[in-house]
């Protein structure tokens, strides 16, 4: 069956219009690991797992407001430039981790411009991906990423990344949280016939958002299965090995009534 859809594929991949996503099949067992808000565990904890797994990710990262407790929760910026020279991806969630969705262009602007300034100043490669803060969205922020190129965003969901069906600025992900490793596990099995699982992960642990916490023994356990199982687990800018995201903004329509869980 695998062998029979690979063909097909490659079949597709001949012909025109939206066959023209696809550079080459992907893989089964692709996995897309994502973490979200510059939360301090994704340098003292995360990434130097994800290094000794060999496996890519993607930092999608933000300041908080000054109003958060204790900054030491969070990346410093040096924390978040030696990411980048590790070899991850560093992607953007805005200045301030902004409502995007109900803010005007002018804005969103200001709050991506922001992240995109910071990075150029410390030598980090300027983001190609960004993340919605509490997956908020409109017609106006999908304009906005357009304008400036943006060739991914990843939102929610709780369902596969599809590339022939779902558009570069609307790639579902699921969370992990306390709680939920059953769902997570179930999830992975989707990655496969030209199927991709993404997950959005926050703090490993998150101190200050317990609501979204990923505990470091439940990440271990997820890193172990992946390894054990040989999943290719990458960044998201890597899935241009596999797909043309602007050859996906041209075929493909961005459909915000398409039902994505928060």
Not at 93 to 110: D, F, M, R, W, Y
Not at 164 to 173: G, T, V
Not at 241 to 250: G, L
Request: charged share 20%; net charge negative.
């Amino acid at each position: 069956m695998i062998k029979v859809f690979l063909s097909l594929l490659l079949l597709l991949a001949c012909l025109p219009g939206i066959s023209q996503v696809l550079k080459q099949p992907i893989p089964d067992k692709t996995l897309v690991l994502t973490f979200d808000d510059g939360v301090a565990s994704h340098y003292s904890n995360v990434a130097p797992l994800l290094l000794e797994y060999g496996f890519g990710g993607t930092f999608f990262v933000c300041e908080f407001p000054p109003n958060f407790s204790d900054s030491t929760l969070y990346m410093n910026w040096r924390q978040i430039q030696q990411l980048d020279r590790m070899g991850f991806e560093v992607a953007n969630h805005t200045q301030n981790h902004a409502p995007v969705g109900k803010l005007s262009e002018e804005k969103i602007l200001q709050e991506i411009n922001y992240i995109e300034e910071k990075c150029d100043s410390l030598g980090i490669k300027v983001p190609v991906g960004f993340a919605y803060p509490g997956y908020s969205m409109s017609e106006t922020v999908l304009e906005v990423l357009a304008k400036k190129n943006y060739l991914l965003a990843r939102a929610g969901g709780e369902r596969v990344y599809k590339p022939l069906e779902d558009h570069p600025y609307l790639i579902p992900s699921w969370a992990t949280e306390p709680g939920n490793e059953k769902k997570i596990m179930e999830a992975l099995k989707q990655a496969k016939d030209g199927n991709i699982v993404v997950l959005t992960i926050h703090g490993v642990p998150d101190l200050e958002h317990p609501w979204v916490n990923t505990p470091p023994e439940m990440f271990k356990r997820f890193l172990e299965f992946l390894k054990q199982h040989n999943y290719n687990v990458i960044s998201l800018e890597q899935l241009t090995v596999y797909i043309d995201f602007k050859e996906a903004r041209n075929q493909l329509k961005a459909d915000l009534n398409k039902r994505l869980k928060n």
